[in-house]
Structures are given as C-alpha cells and as structure tokens.
C-alpha cells in the first residue's frame, strides 16, 4: 500500500510539473523570486518596488494612450519621479475609466497572441472588462506555488474546490474530465446548493479525503452550518482556503470550528489576483510585495494610518500590457500596526471589510451564490453598477446604474438565467436608477436578501 501511495505520489507530481511547463514555463522562476523576497528587509522590497513602479509608469506613458493623457495632464514624466510623494500624484484609476476608455488603457505594444481577454461581473458590483497577459498569468501560477508551501500543501495534492464560476467550470468533454482527476480537483457548484445537494458533497470529501479545500467564504459557511446542524463530521484538511469575499469573525469562528483550524484567508479580484494571503500565524494578510504595491487611503485620497480602515488602491507591478496603476479595487481594508511573527516582511493587510455577498433563496430551498449573479454580467457593456435584491421568496429585483447603451438582448438573456435558476414562482424585475447607495459600513453589497436560511 504504501509503494502504491508513493507511485501515484510520483505519477500525479510528474504530470503537474509538465503541465506547469507546458502553460506557464516561467513559473518556476517567478516562484523562486517570491521565496527570496519574503524575508528581505523592508527598505530593499521598497526599493525594489519603486524601481519596478518607475519602469511600468515609463512603459504606461510611452505606450498607453490613457496614461500618457492622464500623466501629461498633471505634467508628470516617470523620468522625474524621486520618491513616494511623487507617485502619490498620480490620480487613482476608477473602474469606470476602465469601463468607459479600455482600448486606450492597453499597452500599444502588447502583443494580440498573448493578450488575454477576460472579464468580470464585479465582487462590489461593477463589471469590467480587461486584460492580461502571459507573463502575468506565470506570476498567477507562481504565488499559487508560493502560497500553498506556507500552507504545507504540494500542488498535486487532492482538492476539493467549492466554486461557482461558470467561466471555471463549463460543462465538461471526456477529456476535461480526465484532466481534473490527473490534477486531483474535485469541484463542487457553490451555486446551486440545498441540504440534498450539500448531504451529497459531504459524502464526496468523505471519500476523496482532501488535503486541500478551497471555497468562496460564504460557500464555507453555508456548507459548515449544514455539516453542524446536521452532525455530520469530515476528516480535517491540512488547510482551507477561503477566497472571493470578505471573510468575517463569525464565518471564520465556524468554518473553523466544523473543518478545522488551518483556515486562511485570501484577497485578490480577477482583475488584479493574487494580492495577499494569510500565514500560519494568522496575524493579517502578506501583501504579495514582489508584484503588488498596495495603499490604503482616505476618502480625499490621503494614506491613513496603520490600523484606520480606508479605500484599496492597489498597482499591478508585472502587467505590462494593461497597466493597473493606483487602481481603487473597490474595497475597505487597514493595514497591520505590527509586523507578522512569522518572520516574513511583506507588509500586512490587517483586514478586508469591502466585499460581501448573501445566498439568494429559491421557493425549492435552493441557495445561489451571489457570485452566479455577477458572473451573468461578464462582458456585458453598458453596466456602470449592479444590485440584485430579494425582499421575499416571490420577487427579485435588478437595480442598475447605466454609462451608456446596453443591448436588450443581453439583459433579457440575464433575466431569463435567473428565472430559470430561482424557479417558477418568483417575479424578476429591472429597475434603472441613478445610483445605489453605499451603507454606513461602506460595503457595497451587491446582492442582498432579506430571507433568512432554514435547513
């Protein structure tokens, strides 16, 4: 048995070394760079990144027509940026730049073969088309490297991956299939659960005995309530990853206390992934240094102090080819006052308040993730801001603030989605409005439903 264990051990590490290669051959590479940085000084990563910064704002002003109006407007030349203070300057990109002036915001020499469109529905609600490129998807595959050895976790190990994006996890041939079971995923929809559907994946991590789950935080809750409510015990994973939403104390306190304690936190947006990730000592978030430089600012755009909560404004450090440069990700967060015991000296977010979702219910007892609802707004123009409402079981309502013309045909195509999704008996509705108001928590929520769960 445990030659047996040690062959597949050998089989499955192999057959992710060589899709690595064959995908992101520079991965490798970029890893190593993280696991030199993590235990330099903080004045050499600072260095560091201001000389990265100074390039990508040289490459943005030659080659991208948006920032080279942006910077000229304010008579800036990234030749003349001397410190801090200087890059301060620089006015934050909004997401509605990016929705409204996307070709201009591209590099001019990026190259078409190995741009990468991609697209999001927006964790806070806004949708966004962009781009990346194949050397930021390497660095993507690296901090995935990186990450999971704090965690103990080998790239090949089973997983069990409760998701719901349907970008993610199409409807799958024969041969996809085979390709999950030889990379040891196994997903499971986070955006259709009820208490059959979840009786069923319990059984299935039973089974499989994963060393690794991994799950949008309010997936990991819902799952772990049910796991409780119902006595159903699992076997610990090594760690579990919770990603894509805010991860609240009382989440945190339940998740742990079902599944086991190596919960860790993760931020990042699909625009702008791989930000920060939690530790062993749990003591905040290691802004990932080496390609992200993050600020946390006031409402008038001033860097608050370490523990006061204020806006992400995060740079993209490695995407040449559609440069994110002081982009407002559209979060609440604080800095840690303190550094981590870990011994690491990336600076620490000591928290994230600015994205949360709730499960919109079904008359059936169905959850749907609030995710499955901003993924029905990938690609579709026209969308300044979303909200998705239930007061009750019989009605929805879509609030929309609009920047420009939107198809009919593709709103039609979303409210059919979601009618088929919640089922006969609940009315969808489009409401356009002006805008949505933003709480006193200052999060935006962009679904929001007033039923409360029953098991």
Avoid at 49 to 58: A, G, N, S, T, Y
Avoid at 64 to 75: A, K, M
Avoid at 134 to 155: N, Q, S
Avoid at 343 to 366: A, V
Wanted: positive net charge; charged residues 25%; contains cysteine.
């Amino acid at each position: 048995m445990i030659l047996i264990k040690k062959l597949a051990e050998v089989c499955f590490s192999s057959y992710w070394y060589a899709m690595t290669i064959k995908r992101a051959p520079g991965a490798f590479k970029k890893t190593s760079i993280l696991e030199e940085f993590q235990y330099k000084r903080k004045e050499e990563i600072e260095k560091t990144q201001f000389e990265m910064l100074k390039e990508l704002l040289r490459n943005a002003f030659t080659n991208s027509p948006f920032y080279h109006e942006r910077l000229s407007s304010i008579q800036f030349h990234p030749l003349d940026m001397n410190d801090w203070k200087d890059f301060a300057k620089i006015p934050i990109l909004k997401k509605r730049d990016i929705q409204l002036k996307l070709d201009n915001i591209v590099s001019k020499k990026a190259n078409s073969f190995s741009l990468i469109k991609d697209a999001t529905g927006g964790s806070t609600g806004e949708p966004l088309i962009f781009y990346h490129d194949r050397v930021t998807k390497e660095w993507f595959e690296a901090c995935d490297i990186f990450v999971k050895r704090w965690w103990g976790i080998k790239p090949w190990s089973k997983k069990a991956i409760l998701w719901g994006a349907d970008k993610d996890i199409p409807e799958m041939t024969n041969k996809e299939k085979l390709k999950l079971k030889l990379e040891r995923i196994q997903f499971l929809n986070s955006f259709n659960m009820n208490a059959y559907i979840m009786q069923h994946y319990a059984k299935v991590i039973q089974k499989l005995n994963p060393e690794y789950i991994q799950g949008y935080a309010s997936s990991l809750y819902l799952f772990a309530r049910f796991l409780k409510e119902k006595n159903v015990d699992l076997r610990k994973p090594k760690a579990i990853r919770s990603s894509a939403e805010t991860l609240n104390n009382y989440q945190r306190h339940l998740i742990e206390e079902v599944l086991g304690n190596n919960l860790y936190n993760f931020y990042g947006s699909r625009e702008i992934p791989n930000i920060a990730a939690e530790c062993p000592a749990h003591k905040g978030l290691h802004i990932l240094s080496p390609i992200r430089y993050v600020e946390v600012l006031s409402s008038n755009g001033e860097k608050v102090n370490p523990g006061e909560p204020g806006k992400i404004v995060v740079t993209d450090l490695v995407n040449r080819s559609m440069p994110f440069i002081r982009y407002e990700i559209g979060d609440i967060g604080a800095m840690a006052e303190n550094h981590c015991t870990c011994g690491r000296t990336f600076p620490l977010l000591k928290e994230i308040r600015g994205r949360e979702s709730d499960f919109i219910q079904t008359r059936d007892g169905k959850y749907i993730h609030g995710e499955f609802f901003t993924h029905l707004f990938y690609g579709l123009e026209g969308i300044a801001k979303f909200q998705v409402y239930q007061k009750d079981l019989t009605s929805i309502i879509i609030f929309i603030v609009k920047y420009g013309e939107i198809k009919p045909d593709g709103l039609n195509r979303v409210k059919k989605k979601i009618r088929d999704r919640v089922g006969i008996g609940s009315e969808v509705m489009i409401s356009f409005v002006d805008e949505i108001p933003i709480p006193k928590s200052g999060k935006h929520r962009f679904t929001i439903s007033e039923v409360p769960p029953v098991f």
